[in-house]
């Protein structure tokens, strides 16, 4: 069983940046792919970026590519993702999740496991 819990979401203006955290805890000896999605309200949850559970590989949704950046500390059991260049359309709940034993992949129903979400609010 792997809880995971996110953090670092909040209010801020067109063009900021923000940084998401998501702790992992219980289970975590067991590679996992690892992803964000968000939800818009009255939106399906999208993809947003997955790193492998290698690390080595990264997979973006195109409308993130060149400003979000997706990290992980394996030693720390952390992921990060990095928002930049925020515009009003990247408001939502941003939900980390992991998907034990699985190299990576972009489809929500393989992650077994999610946060609880955090809200992301932009400004214009």
């Known amino acids: 069983q792997v809880q995971l819990v996110e953090s670092g979401g909040g209010l801020v203006q067109a063009g900021d940046s923000l940084r998401l955290s998501c702790a992992a805890s219980?289970?975590?000896?067991?590679?996992?792919?690892m992803a964000w999605f968000r939800q818009a309200p009255g939106k399906e949850r999208e993809f947003v970026a997955a790193k492998s559970y290698s690390g080595s590989t990264t997979n973006y949704a195109d409308f993130v590519k060149g400003r979000f950046t997706i990290s992980r500390d394996t030693a720390k059991n952390i992921g990060y993702l990095q928002m930049s260049s925020l515009t009003p359309e990247d408001t939502a709940v941003y939900y980390c999740?992991?998907?034990?034993?699985?190299?990576?992949?972009?489809?929500?129903?393989?992650?077994?496991?999610w946060g609880q979400g955090t809200q992301v609010t932009v400004s214009s």
């Open positions: 219980g289970g975590t000896n067991t590679l996992y792919a």
């Open positions: 999740a992991a998907a034990p034993g699985v190299v990576m992949s972009t489809r929500k129903d393989v992650y077994r496991y």
